[in-house]
């Protein structure tokens, strides 16, 4: 009997030396293993066949784990095996694949995969085409190589640089606002018009690093950083400003203050670039539905991308707003309808009132998108374009346009792929497609559709209008009817009480004629 052993290095056939081995109790079994000696005396080396290189090792691996024929192993058993011979082997279904194809009788028992456990035990030493070293060595290549594999690893799909990479971005975001809010404040002292003038704080802190004080102003040429009419406002204010003067220490360290200002703004700046980037890397069909950065925040969000496949459509829709969904719940008042897909550029398109079925619609692509980003094989945005047009033609339906024809549909499709710029990707150097903000229009042609929606937006106006017509109409018929029917009750009511009101006074007149007589008897 014949022994197929399947090691890191290569293909081992073994030859049983004793036959009743397998037939003898798993201690005798372990026995015949427990030393080098005495597994040389129980089996023997007949071939053995060595990989190439790791993926020829990966690929036998592979066809093993899925319990088949490796065509390697195929030819190797062809080459050291006879139709006659017995081979005892480590999985059933391999058993019966090499059955089918080479029609060699396998055996797979306990007793065998006892023999198999005793084999790797003494394997390094029962091998002699390799060295220990060697064995253990191409063990662990093999398992990060199989590891790869079967997870498809790349470096562009490691989702951990976006997470880490948007927490970043909101913590440098909210460093900046602060440190530019007490650099106005300081600086305001000496120059308060400033602030009005240069709204923006980069151009800020570089107009201040130029200049240092205001008395310096109109002898400094600030078009480099800024428009030629900010720049000649800020000149004019400069002479008539009446901010208090400052010393050259705290000139000084205004100007330290500045040049953070100034270097956190280039690094963010860079960062962004670098999340844009990554997230075309690894979910290009996300960042054409949603732009990256709120594709970026749904997948920091999630903790993933594979946390975020498996989200359905309502979950991804209200992502970012769980405290307001459970307060609703609790309350009992109505969930809400949008959360962190609510600053995507489609949603924010639309109308109020078709804010949340376009948010639905949107998160319904965005589920499918992120499904494909994330289970997918290709790096670039596959199915994000046509499901861009589906939402966009959606919220031309709400509005009340004419949807587009398949030809306007494809142009539309066309324009959108060729308005996404190249962005060079940080892994193999494959380009990936940018995400373009100017590409969020949904209106992609005007003429006919222009003039079929002005049509339309008239029409709608003329139904409100007769429907508010038709809602005072009701409103005055069944005030009339009101005002009628109490006016009826008041005289049903007045007649009703005009005897009553008789009879008292009858009652009165008499009580008063009765005492009047008691009073002229007395």
Not at 301 to 311: D, I, P, V, W, Y
Request: hydrophobic share 35%; net charge positive; proline share 3%.
């Amino acid at each position: 009997m014949l022994v197929l052993f399947d090691t890191p290095a290569g293909h081992a056939l073994f030859s049983l030396v004793n036959g009743k081995l397998l037939k003898g109790s798993p201690d005798e079994l372990s026995d015949a293993f427990a030393t080098t000696e005495a597994a040389k005396k129980s089996v023997k080396l007949k071939a053995f066949h060595k990989f190439e290189d790791t993926a020829e090792a990966v690929q036998s691996a592979t066809a093993l784990v899925e319990g088949k024929l490796s065509s390697g192993m195929k030819k190797f058993l062809k080459k050291n095996l006879a139709s006659a011979d017995t081979l005892a082997v480590c999985d059933a279904k391999l058993g019966g694949a090499i059955k089918d194809k080479l029609s060699i009788q396998c055996v797979y028992d306990d007793s065998v995969m006892q023999l198999m456990r005793g084999l790797r035990a003494q394997i390094e030493e029962l091998v002699s085409g390799t060295s220990a070293s060697e064995m253990r060595s191409m063990a662990i290549g093999l398992a990060h190589s199989l590891s790869r594999y079967k997870l498809k690893f790349s470096p562009d799909k490691v989702d951990t640089m976006i997470v880490q990479a948007i927490g970043l971005l909101d913590d440098l975001d909210k460093e900046l606002n602060t440190y530019a809010m007490r650099l106005k404040e300081w600086y305001g002292w000496h120059f308060p018009e400033l602030g009005k003038i240069v709204p923006d704080n980069l151009m800020y802190a570089k107009g201040i690093q130029m200049m240092g004080t205001r008395d310096k102003c109109k002898g400094i040429d600030f078009s480099s950083i800024m428009p030629e009419e900010v720049e000649k406002e800020m000149k004019d204010a400069a002479e008539i400003s009446m901010g208090t003067e400052v010393s050259e220490e705290d000139v000084t360290n205004i100007l330290m203050l500045c040049d953070q200002v100034v270097s956190l703004s280039e690094y963010r700046s860079q960062l962004w670039d670098y999340l844009k980037n990554r997230m075309q890397a690894i979910a290009p069909n996300l960042s054409v539905m949603v732009g990256e950065l709120v594709g970026a925040r749904l997948i920091a969000h999630a903790g993933s991308l594979m946390n975020l496949a498996k989200q359905p459509a309502s979950t991804v829709q209200i992502l970012g707003a769980e405290k307001a969904l459970f307060r609703a719940l609790k309350a009992k008042h109505d969930t809400p309808k949008y959360g962190l897909i609510y600053h995507a550029s489609l949603v924010g398109q639309a109308q109020p009132k078709h804010k949340g079925k376009i948010s639905r619609v949107l998160a319904a692509k965005c589920a499918l998108s992120i499904r494909v980003d994330a289970l997918g094989e290709s790096s670039h945005a596959t199915i994000g374009f046509d499901a861009r047009n589906k939402v966009e033609e959606r919220m031309r339906v709400l509005e009340g346009k004419l949807p587009r024809n398949a030809s306007e549909m494809a142009q539309a499709k066309d324009a959108l792929r060729q308005t996404q710029p190249a962005v060079t990707s940080y892994a193999n150097g494959a380009p990936s497609r940018g995400y373009n903000e100017a590409a969020d229009s949904t209106l992609v042609g005007g003429g006919a559709d222009g003039a079929t929606g002005g049509k339309a937006d008239k029409k709608d106006k003329k139904d409100k209008k007769d429907k508010k017509d038709k809602k005072d109409k009701k409103e005055s018929a069944d005030g009339k009817v009101k005002k009628d029917k109490k006016v009826k009750e008041e005289k049903e009511g007045k007649a009703e009480e005009a005897p009553k009101k008789k009879k008292r006074k009858a009652e009165a007149e008499e009580e008063g004629g009765a005492k009047k007589k008691k009073k002229t008897k007395e």
